[in-house]
């Protein structure tokens, strides 16, 4: 069997929403599911993967401590944690990157591998061309963070962000050397080949995001019409060796969404 390491997001448990604080103040504009955590873990832990990746938010409800113990009970990596700005505003962009910042340093502390970031806001009156410049030079800023504390930093495209068709990417990578975490359904939601992606930038290729995709439905895996087939392919070419991280926003019965991605991922592949 193929001994690719597999974890899970925690997102699935309670879906993508945010905390009511940055409504009104930058610097706590975190991603936060409102499930719960430790139930999260313990369910990911059962069906079979070996690390996690968590929101922001949910990473910094936590004392470092009852993290650690959570992770220790559930033998589990710390793999990921997803984070996210509007790169665009400059005066608000040191507020932003404070954040960002200050989770690095949290994530560093407990072990963290990836340091995922999405994001570039889409003004109200359309995008300008120097928005992109202003992304670009955010994100290689995110750079610099995460080298100070040992993570790995990765650029996420995403619906409805700078970064969702396969042009507004090629753009963005033009502009920065950030690593590409490519997150399977917003590619080709964004109109992109997600296997085709991931080789164009196999070099900035060093975390993934599976998830299926059909028509506008992110599902589990094996449920939608995405070719894992061919994104694997990809993956074998370039001898990848890293983690592959399963995400699903949201789903009736978390666990067993995670249950169907993991049997699916074995019976097709034999990866374990």
């Not at 430790?38 to 910094?60: R, T, V």
């Not at 040191?94 to 003004?123: D, F, M, S, Y």
């Not at 061919?230 to 592959?244: H, P, Q, R, S």
């Amino acid at each position: 069997m193929i001994k690719l390491k597999l974890a899970y997001q925690t997102n699935t448990w309670g879906g993508v929403v945010g905390h009511p604080g940055g409504v009104t103040s930058i610097k706590d504009s975190y991603y936060l599911t409102h499930g719960s955590t430790e139930e999260a873990f313990k369910d990911i832990s059962e069906s079979g993967y070996k690390g996690i990746e968590i929101f922001e938010g949910n990473l910094m409800a936590y004392d470092a401590e009852d993290f650690k113990k959570l992770l220790t009970q559930y033998n589990l990596e710390f793999v990921g944690v997803y984070t996210g700005a509007n790169f665009i505003y400059s005066e608000i962009l040191p507020e932003e990157l404070e954040k960002i910042e200050t989770v690095a340093k949290r994530a560093a502390e407990l072990g963290c591998i990836h340091l995922v970031v999405g994001g570039g806001a889409i003004r109200s009156t359309g995008i300008q061309e120097n928005d992109y410049e202003k992304l670009a030079d955010g994100l290689n800023k995110v750079i610099k963070i995460a080298n100070k504390y040992g993570l790995v930093p990765h650029y996420h495209p995403h619906l409805g962000s700078l970064g969702e068709s396969p042009e507004q990417i090629e753009k963005i990578f033009s502009l920065t050397d950030i690593n590409f975490c490519p997150d399977t359904a917003h590619l080709e939601a964004g109109g992109g080949n997600p296997a085709e992606l991931m080789k164009k930038y196999k070099d900035r290729l060093k975390y993934v995001h599976f998830k299926d995709l059909e028509g506008t439905n992110f599902l589990p895996l094996g449920e939608g019409k995405q070719s894992f087939s061919a994104m694997m392919n990809v993956l074998n070419e370039i001898d990848f060796d890293g983690w592959i991280t399963v995400e699903l926003d949201a789903f009736d019965d978390p666990k067993k969404g995670a249950q169907i991605s993991k049997d699916y991922l074995k019976n097709q592949f034999n990866l374990i």
